[in-house]
């Protein structure tokens, strides 16, 4: 295939042996990753995107399957490559995209629909001007494949990317959103009112301001399609007037109109608008949510009522799972525990509705919403059974926003909640595994006192009784619920572990595969939750052998392996030294894992297995785990390895999270075993400088997080081997400080002690460029909890003083408010250093300008300030101090 021309044309050879191609892939029976290979070798002519628009867009006598199929390969490559490609080519494939909006067949039409939205999401819509003049002269159209077309390629880009038409667009007098919204509420097809209901509802729930200051104009036919007479078009959401409608839509006796109705409410807070708008609507909406929250009688959810645990899963009854790499400092992310149940419907969309009700409004919504409960509550008939099991729901739905009011409570809320453990209806005992934990902050809370100990027992071997159930979903939910609860009681279940041990590993051996993941990660909780109790020959010979059988059972590429890498990871660092006797041959698994994932990248053949880079990340966690629990015991093992080589490897991997568990492993082993990494430690720290220094930071955050922390754990390992990068690096950290705002919090905080370090061991090389930083950094110091690595950054910061006494000057309100920030500097040593910068500024800042300096601070920070300057146990050191200038000093915060 040549390069394209300015007016590029298929060379027929080509179009048929690519045609040919996609047609096998659309045969059930042919080699699938042959065919992926060969269209691979195909992928790296220059046009061969342009054959696959030609192929979707022109190719008539070929059947739609093959043109679709040319369209979805299509619009996955331009995924990646389209930035890359030749003008001419993007310009190719975007003008044969435009008349497949008209196409007449339905699945041509909405193949290039998706591409386009996929053009927009990486362009926008000002590199592609031709596109709203376009979509405009569909709507327009008097004929409806057109103006379907249209609609449909509008409403996914309302779904992918509703931000780009609320934008101000060069060559435009006004928002393409403002062009577009008066045509989507116009239509008399069904089949289009019900793809603009889609993209208006985008809108209507993020609420831009275009939208939010002109609803009347917008939704002024709201109402005559909330009477229309197709179902789906009911879904359809000036604000008052919506809630209203809402309200009324979401009693509609149609589930999926319910439902639409339902997301508005979670759609409403989440946007902050005004809650005084809402709160006299929550007496009527309540009711609704509750009786919404009871099951549906086609529910899927009522097939689980049966013992089932000794049936086998089915294939699809494994849901996908996703490991989340190893991250090095605070994270932001919150835990899914509430996985009510396992699809999306009105049940647990109005158990999220109440739960973010009760957040915003509080204790406000209990007078109308206890009654209800209690009364379901109090019906003990089988045939009420689902109210019952909602009543439950929407009190663990309510813990979190209400807990104020329900905590007085609490102890007969909890105590009415355990003998529902036991209940005859497992989807009763499911949800109350649920609820339960829900107040495990509580539960453990109260272990001091004789009642709740009791009750903390109670609840254990309840959970733990639950555990072993007959039926697979209440053994999730209970599984789910124990772990929770494991993490509040921590080191409370150190004297239980016996009874814990034999009920999990009795679940061990009773469940199936999808459960077995849960037992995992129980496990794994609890190592993080004991620890070094867990250290003990009694436990470990309960604990390792079902799962070192487990471990030699599966195959390097069984994706079961993935769970069982997790827990391993958890219960090594718990173990510490005491994993040595477990240690060597699962370190050599992991290595045989990412050799053969290497391997199989580039070479999948030759590997045996499949490209699977969640086996290397599972497999450099573990690695971080032994690590991080043998400590220098992992020495012999990396010593007679390769593994240096393989981590410099990964570190340069494309996949991000690939190279996220690289570095956090790259730290782990620059904290026990430094002198292995020496050999390539040049490239080590270029690498990891790298991943600093990237346009795409934010997309990439964890993986710089990871990669800031290993430089500062090399730094102060290596000391002045790493000054020849030092500036480097230093020049990558102080943008991230000075612009923190939007950032992730444990890389503003990973940027200034790695900073602190390279100072410590590089004060020559820093403090010459430390006026440049010295705000930001001490701003972002003074963010940091008490601890060891804070204490290495204070040390960088008193030898760059020392260094260069005048680069602080400008910055010394910002200088002590960080040191006022700790509540106890702990080590002696470090003590005394600040003590000393402090009396050297003070002695040498005459006339009054200490005093200036001190009357710039807030009464609680000099207060902290002087505990370091009332130490009389140096003697006054002017000399060092004499040479600063008195000029230059900033005493403005």
Same mark, same amino acid.
């Given at each position: 295939?040549?390069a394209?021309?300015?007016?590029?044309?298929?060379?027929?050879?080509?179009?048929k042996?690519?045609c040919?191609?996609?047609?096998?892939?659309?045969?059930?029976?042919?080699d699938?990753?042959?065919?992926?290979?060969?269209?691979?070798h195909?992928?790296?002519?220059?046009?061969?995107?342009?054959y696959l628009?030609?192929?979707?867009?022109?190719?008539?006598g /070929?059947?739609?399957e093959?043109?679709?199929?040319?369209?979805?390969?299509?619009?996955n490559?331009?995924?990646?490559?389209?930035?890359?490609?030749?003008?001419?080519?993007?310009?190719?494939?975007?003008s044969?995209l435009?008349?497949?909006?008209?196409?007449?067949?339905?699945q041509?039409?909405?193949?290039?629909g998706?591409?386009?939205s996929?053009?927009?999401?990486?362009g926008?819509?000002?590199?592609?001007?031709?596109?709203?003049?376009?979509? #405009?002269?569909?709507?327009d159209?008097?004929?409806?494949?057109?103006?379907?077309?249209?609609?449909?390629a509008?409403? /996914?880009?309302?779904?992918?990317?509703?931000?780009?038409?609320?934008?101000?667009?060069?060559?435009?007098?006004?928002?393409p959103?403002?062009?577009?919204?008066?045509?989507?509420?116009?239509?008399?097809?069904v089949?289009?009112?019900?793809?603009?209901?889609g993209?208006? +509802?985008?809108?209507?729930?993020?609420?831009?301001?275009?939208?939010?200051?002109?609803?009347?104009?917008?939704?002024?036919?709201?109402?005559?399609?909330? @009477?229309?007479?197709?179902?789906?078009?009911?879904?359809?959401?000036?604000?008052?007037n919506?809630i209203?409608?809402?309200?009324?839509?979401?009693?509609?006796?149609d589930e999926?109109?319910?439902?639409?109705?339902?997301?508005?409410?979670?759609?409403?807070?989440?946007?902050?608008?005004?809650?005084?708008n809402?709160r006299?609507?929550?007496?009527?909406?309540?009711?609704?949510?509750?009786?919404?929250?009871?099951?549906?009688?086609?529910?899927?959810?009522?097939a689980?009522?049966?013992?089932?645990?000794?049936?086998?899963?089915?294939?699809?009854?494994?849901?996908?799972r996703f490991?989340?790499?190893?991250?090095?400092?605070?994270?932001?992310?919150?835990?899914?525990?509430?996985?009510?149940?396992?699809?999306?419907n009105?049940?647990?969309?109005?158990?999220?509705?109440?739960?973010?009700?009760?957040?915003? &409004?509080?204790?406000?919504?209990?007078p109308?919403?206890m009654?209800?409960?209690?009364? +379901?509550l109090?019906?003990?008939?089988?045939?009420a059974?689902?109210?019952?099991?909602?009543?439950?729901?929407?009190l663990?739905a309510?813990a979190?926003?209400?807990?104020?009011?329900?905590?007085?409570?609490?102890?007969?809320?909890?105590?009415?909640? =355990?003998?529902?453990?036991?209940?005859?209806?497992?989807l009763?005992?499911?949800?109350?595994?649920?609820?339960?934990?829900?107040?495990?902050?509580?539960?453990?809370?109260?272990?001091d006192?004789?009642?709740?100990h009791?009750?903390?027992?109670?609840?254990?071997?309840?959970?733990?009784r639950?555990?072993?159930d007959?039926?697979?979903r209440v053994?999730?939910?209970?599984?789910?619920?124990?772990a929770?609860?494991?993490?509040?009681?921590?080191?409370?279940?150190?004297?239980?572990l016996?009874?814990?041990?034999?009920h999990?590993?009795?679940?061990?051996?009773?469940?199936?595969?999808? @459960?077995?993941?849960?037992v995992y990660?129980?496990?794994?909780t609890?190592?993080?939750?004991?620890?070094?109790?867990?250290?003990?020959?009694?436990?470990?010979?309960?604990?390792?052998?079902?799962?070192?059988?487990?471990?030699?059972?599966?195959?390097n590429?069984?994706?079961?392996? &993935?769970?069982?890498?997790?827990?391993?990871t958890?219960i090594?660092?718990?173990?510490?030294?005491?994993?040595?006797? &477990?240690?060597?041959?699962?370190?050599?698994?992991c290595?045989?894992?990412?050799?053969?994932?290497?391997?199989?990248?580039?070479d999948?053949?030759?590997?045996?297995?499949?490209?699977?880079?969640?086996?290397?990340?599972?497999?450099?966690?573990?690695?971080?785990?032994?690590?991080?629990?043998?400590?220098?015991?992992?020495?012999?093992l990396v010593?007679?390895?390769?593994?240096?080589?393989l981590l410099?490897?990964?570190?340069m +991997?494309?996949?991000?999270? #690939?190279?996220?568990?690289?570095?956090?492993?790259?730290?782990?082993l620059?904290?026990?075993?430094?002198?292995?990494?020496?050999?390539?430690?040049?490239?080590?720290?270029?690498?990891?400088?790298?991943?600093l220094?990237?346009?795409?930071?934010?997309?990439?955050?964890?993986?710089? +997080?990871?990669?800031?922390?290993?430089?500062?754990?090399?730094?102060i390992?290596?000391?002045?081997?790493i000054?020849? =990068?030092a500036m480097?690096?230093?020049?990558?950290? #102080?943008?991230?400080l000075?612009?923190?705002?939007?950032?992730?919090?444990?890389?503003?905080?990973?940027?200034a002690?790695?900073l602190?370090?390279?100072a410590?061991?590089?004060?020559?090389?820093?403090?010459q460029?430390?006026?440049?930083?010295?705000?930001?950094?001490?701003?972002?110091l003074?963010?940091i909890?008490?601890?060891?690595?804070?204490?290495?950054?204070?040390?960088?910061?008193?030898a760059?003083?020392r260094a260069?006494?005048?680069?602080a000057?400008s910055?010394?309100?910002?200088?002590c408010?960080?040191?006022?920030?700790?509540?106890?500097?702990?080590?002696?040593?470090l003590h005394?250093?600040?003590?000393?910068?402090?009396l050297?500024?003070?002695?040498?800042l005459?006339?009054?300008?200490?005093?200036?300096?001190?009357?710039?601070?807030?009464?609680?920070?000099?207060d902290?300030?002087?505990k370091?300057q009332s130490d009389?146990?140096?003697?006054?050191?002017?000399?060092f101090?004499?040479?600063?200038?008195?000029?230059?000093?900033?005493?403005e915060?």
């Open positions: 295939m040549a394209a021309p300015t007016t590029w044309q298929p060379q027929e050879e080509g179009f042996e690519i040919g191609l996609l047609e096998q892939q659309i045969s059930p029976s042919s699938k990753s042959q065919i992926w290979q060969q269209l691979q195909y992928s790296q002519f220059p046009d061969f995107n342009n628009a030609f192929i979707l867009a022109r190719a008539e /070929k059947s739609v093959v043109r679709q199929a040319a369209g979805l390969l299509l619009k490559n331009l995924k990646t490559a389209f930035k890359s490609m030749p003008a001419a080519n993007q310009d190719y494939i975007k044969e435009l008349p497949c909006l008209g196409a007449a067949d339905r041509i039409r909405s193949t290039a998706t591409i386009i996929v053009l927009v999401q990486l926008g819509v000002f590199a592609w001007p031709e596109l709203l003049h376009a979509l #405009v002269k569909c709507l159209s008097n004929e409806l494949s057109h103006m379907e077309g249209a609609m449909d509008l409403s /996914k880009i309302c779904e992918d990317v509703p931000q780009v038409l609320d934008s101000e667009t060069p060559g435009l007098s006004e928002r959103i403002n062009i577009f919204l008066p045509r989507l509420l116009q239509s008399p097809h089949s289009l009112r019900k793809l603009s209901l993209s208006v +509802n985008q809108y209507i729930m993020l609420m831009p301001t275009v939208l939010y200051m002109s609803m009347d104009k917008y939704l002024q036919g709201l109402f005559v399609l909330a @009477n229309d007479p197709a179902a789906e078009v009911r879904k359809l959401p000036h604000l008052r919506v209203e409608y809402m309200l009324q839509v979401n009693k509609d006796p999926e109109v319910a439902l639409e109705a339902c997301e508005f409410w979670s759609a409403y807070c989440e946007a902050q608008l005004p809650p005084e809402f006299e609507f929550l007496p009527r909406l309540i009711p609704v949510l509750l009786s919404n929250m009871a099951y549906a009688e086609d529910d899927e959810s009522l689980d009522a049966e013992d089932d645990g000794s049936l086998p899963d089915r294939d699809q009854d494994l849901k996908p490991h989340s790499s190893r991250f090095h400092g605070s994270e932001d992310a919150e835990d899914d525990d509430d996985d009510i149940v396992n699809i999306w009105l049940r647990k969309c109005s158990a999220a509705a109440l739960d973010i009700l009760s957040n915003v &409004f509080g204790d406000e919504i209990l109308t919403m009654p209800v409960v209690q009364a +379901n109090s019906n003990t008939a089988d045939t059974w689902k109210e019952r099991e909602a009543a439950v729901l929407a663990g309510i979190e926003g209400c807990i104020s009011g329900l905590y007085p409570h609490l102890p007969q809320i909890v105590a009415f909640l =355990i003998p529902l453990l036991d209940d005859k209806f497992p009763i005992r499911s949800i109350s595994c649920w609820t339960v934990s829900r107040f495990s902050k509580f539960i453990v809370q109260g272990i006192h004789r009642e709740g009791e009750q903390f027992d109670k609840v254990l071997m309840g959970l733990l639950r555990i072993l007959n039926n697979k053994q999730e939910a209970a599984c789910s619920a124990f929770t609860l494991e993490e509040e009681a921590a080191e409370e279940l150190a004297p239980r016996d009874v814990i041990l034999q999990l590993m009795c679940a061990f051996g009773k469940y199936q595969r999808r @459960n077995l993941r849960i990660d129980a496990i794994g609890l190592a993080d939750a004991v620890g070094g109790e867990l250290n003990q020959p009694a436990h470990l010979d309960v604990l390792m052998p079902p799962l070192i059988a487990k471990w030699q059972q599966l195959s590429s069984d994706k079961d392996l &993935f769970p069982l890498l997790e827990c391993f958890s090594a660092q718990a173990l510490g030294s005491g994993f040595s006797q &477990f240690a060597q041959p699962v370190f050599q698994r290595m045989d894992i990412i050799q053969t994932q290497q391997l199989a990248k580039v999948p053949v030759s590997a045996g297995v499949q490209y699977d880079k969640e086996f290397m990340v599972c497999s450099l966690d573990l690695l971080s785990g032994l690590a991080e629990g043998l400590g220098s015991g992992i020495e012999s010593s007679q390895s390769n593994l240096r080589d410099l490897q990964c570190c +991997n494309d996949a991000p999270d #690939v190279r996220q568990s690289a570095f956090a492993l790259l730290g782990d620059a904290r026990v075993c430094p002198i292995h990494l020496h050999p390539r430690l040049p490239e080590f720290l270029d690498v990891s400088a790298k991943q220094n990237t346009p795409k930071l934010k997309e990439t955050v964890s993986v710089a +997080n990871n990669a800031c922390w290993a430089i500062g754990e090399l730094a390992k290596v000391n002045q081997e000054s020849p =990068i480097t690096v230093i020049s990558c950290l #102080v943008p991230i000075q612009h923190a705002e939007g950032l992730n919090k444990s890389l503003i905080e990973n940027s002690i790695t602190g370090r390279l410590w061991v590089c004060p020559e090389i820093v403090s460029h430390m006026e440049h930083f010295m705000q930001s950094w001490c701003i972002a003074s963010m909890r008490d601890d060891i690595e804070k204490e290495d950054a204070f040390r960088g910061l008193c760059m003083v260069n006494p005048s680069g000057l910055s010394l309100v910002f200088m408010k960080a040191i006022a920030s700790w509540h106890e500097i702990r080590s002696e040593e005394n250093e600040v003590c000393q910068v402090l050297g500024y003070k002695q040498m005459k006339n009054g300008a200490w005093e200036q300096c001190m009357s710039a601070l807030e009464p609680p920070v000099k902290k300030l002087s370091y009389d146990s140096f003697e006054q050191n002017t000399e101090w004499s040479h600063v200038p008195s000029k230059g000093v900033s005493f915060d």
